[in-house]
């Protein structure tokens, strides 16, 4: 099956510092992409929708300047949390749409731990 | 807006039973509806895709049935194992393809 490559899948940094994610789709071109966040114990919550070589939909109550995306080719995407805060510690996962009905593709996930 | 529901929230069964998983969602215009599995600190693995215009899915020991006018999907798995232990997640896509809405999780747990 379609294969979607997340790195780094663990970051620890220090409160302030920003941290980018990167989504890659390894054997498909995706031109939409998702970013989830996920809490302990709870299920996945869409925070924007990547689009290729436009802007990202944000969904609401998601700050758009706090996790920048850019969709620069059909194969990346990358999350970019800025001066990041304890609170923004959580584990943060990327989907691909393949071509072949709307099936999605999911990362391993990329775990944030802000001091 | 669209809500997904998941029954039970946690099972617990001695190997080699037969289980069925319940989704519920309250707004039948989806596009389709994927069950997921996600293994503890990892993401999603796609079980099982089953498309609006279809009824169930089948893979292996893992069947899935979608009825839409009831807004319900159950995962049923065969003979289950320890590996199968995991959190099971369904999600449904609206009617424009895009955007998946998931559900609350199941945490199954089979033992020996």
Known sequence: ?115 | KQEVTQIPAALSVPEGENLVLNCSFTDSAIYNLQWFRQDPGKGLTSLLLIQSSQREQTSGRLNASLDKSSGRSTLYIAASQPGDSATYLCAVTAGGGNKLTFGTGTQLKVEL
């Open chain 1, 1 to 115: 099956g379609a294969v979607v490559s997340q790195h780094p899948s663990r970051v620890i940094c220090k409160s302030g510092t920003s941290v980018k994610i990167e989504c890659r789709s390894l054997d498909f071109q995706a031109t939409t992409m998702f970013w989830y966040r996920q809490f302990p114990k709870q299920s996945l919550m869409l925070m924007a929708t990547s689009n290729e070589g436009s802007k990202a939909t944000y969904e609401q109550g998601v700050e758009k300047d706090k996790f920048l995306i850019n969709h620069a080719s059909l194969t990346l995407s990358t999350l970019t949390v800025t001066s990041a805060h304890p609170e923004d510690s959580s584990f943060y996962i990327c989907s691909a749409m393949g071509r072949v009905n709307g099936e999605l593709f999911f990362g391993e996930g990329s775990r944030l731990t802000v001091l």
